[in-house]
């Protein structure tokens, strides 16, 4: 049982101003949302070196390249893409009312829901915040932002960035520890989005529902990657454990959407680790002072990474270090590793590892593949490393995930016009360009009758005519009615 929420009265104060503030507000003209997104836009890139730095304080080592590569970058790009559809997005379209309501007229009107609630993890604080800000920005809300206490001096500077650009009834920034983040769960928010783990998304979740609260939870869970028996693009397996390696150590692993787990064909194990190695050595070629690797957060994630390797050892597992160097404790340098053998019920094929530590499954056939993906909960993502189409058509129609890269990492939730979300236990909802925009609006549908209607037919006492109308069969046109 969650404990109970306390009340924050400064925290319940800030969310009542934006409410207030939301009601007047009506259908937020384009000159308004653009006029916030260009704010948000300038924020990031005015600050984009002072943000970089932050989030390397926090994390100790966090590489420069990567923040803006991973972070900064996309949130520039959504707000880009916001600002150039945004206004078609919010128009006003007109439906088809059939012919039964004929001659009246159908349409739906978005509508700003209200006040968005986001709650933001430790691992991308720019992007895990401004992109769902983004998204109910240009939706036409008001915004609160909940962030981890384990990114503090982020959290800080974008309270302070935030507060010279906006109204507090516009976007505000909530820092504060696990207490704080109950109490702003409990706001009666109009929308909650929340990423973060699936343990911590049933806790939000039950407090969303004390209010009704609609919610959208970006979790996680274990994201399989798949190497066929023809793996690689152009058949270059050297070029595909490259890019699962990449996917594998960006952020030292402590990505939601990092490949958890790797199915390779039975017989090719010496293969695979000989080609992470080299893949590894490239990207890393000194592991122990390279500014390009980043650091786990904190003591108790790397103590945390370090159990589940030996847990895997201790029931008979082979740990294959992937990196010259060794891990260093005392800066939280968690050298990559890879695991073979891993016995079933070996904690590390049970829990999200969210670091750069990479169990690999020998298989005999991708059927075997997909029944042991199908009997897990649903992941976040899928990767297929294959150039057989066949295989590729049987692992997308064979199983569920909430987004597929083929021949690489990430690229699906890349692109703006394509929704990013999860399925079953990594998720609920999506966002992102158009999708997002739909996720924090109301259509709200509109129908405007004449002063003729079809539908007088039907009054009592009833005749002829109503028999007539309510036994026409649903594909009759207005065409033939008339």
Same mark, same amino acid.
């Given at each position: ?5 306390? %009340?924050?009265?400064?925290? @319940?104060?800030?969310? *009542? ?7 007047? #507000? ?31 304080? /926090? ?6 390249? *990567? ?6 970058? %996309? ?9 150039? %559809? ?20 159908? @349409? ?47 959290? !800080? ?11 507090? =009834? ?36 039950? !407090? ?28 270059? &397996? ?20 990092? +490949? ?9 194990? /010496? ?12 990207? &890393? ?24 390797? /030996? =847990? ?11 990196? =010259? ?18 016995? $079933? ?16 499954? *020998?298989? /005999? ?42 021949? #690489? ?46 539908? @007088?037919?039907? &009054? +009592? ?12 069969? $649903? ?8």
């Amino acid at each position: 049982m969650n404990p109970p929420i306390q %009340h924050d009265p400064a925290l @319940s104060a800030l969310f *009542e101003a934006q409410r207030a503030a939301s009601r007047k #507000d009506g259908v937020v003209p384009w000159a308004i949302r653009a006029d916030r997104l260009k704010r948000l836009s300038t924020l990031v890139r005015d600050n984009r070196s002072a943000i970089a730095a932050a989030i390397n304080d /926090d994390f100790g080592q966090r590489s420069f390249h *990567e923040t803006e590569l991973l972070e900064i970058n %996309h949130v520039l790009d959504g707000i880009g893409h916001s600002l150039q %559809h945004g206004r078609s997005w919010m128009k006003t379209t007109q439906r088809s009312p059939g012919y039964k309501y004929w001659p009246g007229q159908a @349409s739906i009107l978005p509508q700003p829901l209200g006040v968005v609630g986001v709650v933001v993890p430790w691992n991308y604080p720019l992007e895990l915040s401004l992109g769902p800000a983004n998204s109910a920005m240009v939706a036409g809300n008001r915004i609160m932002i909940k962030l981890s206490e384990l990114t503090p001096r982020f959290g !800080a500077l974008l309270a302070e960035l935030v507060a010279r650009r906006f109204d507090a =009834d516009e976007l505000c920034i909530v820092n504060g520890g696990v207490d704080a983040g109950r109490a702003f769960c409990g706001l009666p928010f109009d929308h909650l989005l929340f990423t973060g783990s699936t343990a911590v998304g049933h806790q939000v979740m039950q !407090a969303a529902s004390d209010n009704l609260t609609p919610v959208t939870l970006e979790l996680g869970g274990k994201s399989p990657a798949i190497f066929g028996m023809q793996a690689g693009p152009g058949g270059d &397996y050297d070029k595909a454990v490259m890019r699962l390696m990449i996917g594998k150590t960006l952020n030292a692993g402590q990505t939601c959407i990092a +490949p958890d787990y790797a199915f390779i064909p039975r017989g090719q194990l /010496d293969r695979f680790i000989g080609a992470a190695r080299r893949a590894i050595g490239q990207f &890393y070629p000194s592991l122990a002072t390279t500014p390009d690797y980043t650091s786990i957060i904190n003591n108790r994630h790397f103590a945390r990474l370090q159990a589940l390797v /030996d =847990d895997a050892v201790q029931r008979g597992a082979q740990a294959w270090p992937l990196s =010259d160097a060794a891990s260093e404790p005392a800066r939280r340098r968690f050298a990559p590793v890879a695991l073979s053998s891993v016995a $079933a019920g070996s904690t590390v094929l049970e829990q999200e590892i969210f670091g750069p530590v990479l169990p690999l499954v *020998e298989y /005999d056939d991708i059927e075997e593949v997909i029944a042991a993906i199908n009997a897990r909960p649903r992941p976040l993502a899928l990767y297929l490393f294959e150039s057989d189409r066949k295989v590729i058509a049987r692992v997308l129609g064979g199983t569920l995930s909430g987004g597929v890269t083929i021949n #690489d990492v990430f690229f699906h939730v890349g692109p703006d016009n394509l929704p990013f979300g999860g399925v079953g236990a990594s998720g609920m909802g999506a966002y992102h360009g158009e999708t997002g925009f739909r996720t924090f609006t109301h259509d709200k549908p509109v129908f405007r009758q004449p002063t003729f209607s079809l539908l @007088s037919w039907v &009054y +009592p006492p009833y005749g002829r005519r109503a028999e007539r109308l309510l036994r026409m069969p $649903a594909g009759a046109s207005q065409e033939r009615m008339r």
